[in-house]
Nanobody, 129 residues
């Protein structure tokens, strides 16, 4: 059984940076693609960035392309999201998730808030102007 714990959120101003971290409790972590998702009140959870399980292929939502960087360390069971040049539109609760999808699934398709994803508890990111 895998547990995910997100840390690193906070309140910042436009242009600032944050680094989110997701720690997994199970070494089978490396068997899953991983993703970061954002949710705001009244809105559906949306994909921000994902990374494949072994070869570290990445996907970024258009809104964060060029500003965010996802990385993973399978040896230490962690996934990070470096968030640069933050904007108010980036505000929301950020969730880490495992994604149990076939290895042939393209990263763009894989990076979706599937109902059977395993989710962390979330960490709040607030960006003010």
């Amino acid at each position: 059984q895998v547990q995910l714990i997100e840390t690193g959120g906070g309140s910042v101003r436009s242009g600032d940076s944050l680094r989110l971290s997701c720690a997994a409790s199970d070494p089978t972590f490396s068997s899953f693609a991983m993703g970061w998702f954002r949710q705001t009140p009244g809105k559906e959870r949306v994909a921000v960035s994902c990374i494949s399980r072994h070869d570290y292929v990445t996907y970024y939502a258009d809104s964060v392309q060029g500003r965010f960087i996802i990385s993973r360390d399978n040896a230490n069971d962690t996934v990070d999201l470096q968030m640069n040049n933050l904007r108010p539109e980036d505000t929301g609760v950020y969730y880490c998730a495992t994604i149990d999808v076939g290895p042939e699934t393209p990263i763009q398709t894989l990076c979706y808030p599937w109902r059977d994803n395993l989710w962390g508890q979330g960490t709040q990111v607030t960006v003010s102007s």
